[in-house]
């Protein structure tokens, strides 16, 4: 004897790159950015700029504001950006370098840098 059995088709069901949510207890992987120094210098300019009383270091790493850098990361949109590779990181960091500049010196300024 054959059972009818009747599905409610979602669009979740015809999801081509489906990616499981991750589990509880996993980590996000570092970021390449994080590690990577002209990125570094830009994040820790928009940081700078959007929380001034946060005391962000000019010269140093500033390893204690990871937490904060990751979410510039977020903010700004490159959590999907692939890290370069070696023939497209000098190009990848004359970009960066000229965010840097424009976060640093306002947005009037960044026209002058393109």
């Known amino acids: 004897m054959t059972y009818r059995v ?6 979740e069901d015809f999801r081509q790159n489906y990616t ?3 589990e509880a207890g996993a980590t996000v992987a570092r970021h390449w ?3 990577f120094g002209p990125g570094r210098d830009m994040l820790k300019a928009v940081l700078r700029r959007n929380k001034p009383d946060l005391k962000v270091p000019y ?3 500033g390893e204690h504001l ?3 850098l990751d979410a510039v ?3 700004l949109g490159f959590r999907n950006m ?3 590779v070696d023939s497209e990181r000098l190009a990848v960091a004359h ?8 976060a640093m010196f306002g947005a009037g300024r960044s026209a002058q840098l393109a």
């Open 73 to 75: 990361i977020d903010q």
């Open 82 to 84: 692939t890290e370069p």
């Open 95 to 102: 970009q960066f370098m000229k965010l840097m500049f424009s």
């Open 6 to 11: 009747e599905y409610t088709i979602t669009a």
């Open 59 to 61: 010269l140093r790493r």
């Open 66 to 68: 990871d937490g904060e």
């Open 33 to 35: 950015m994080l590690d």
């Open 20 to 22: 499981p949510p991750p």
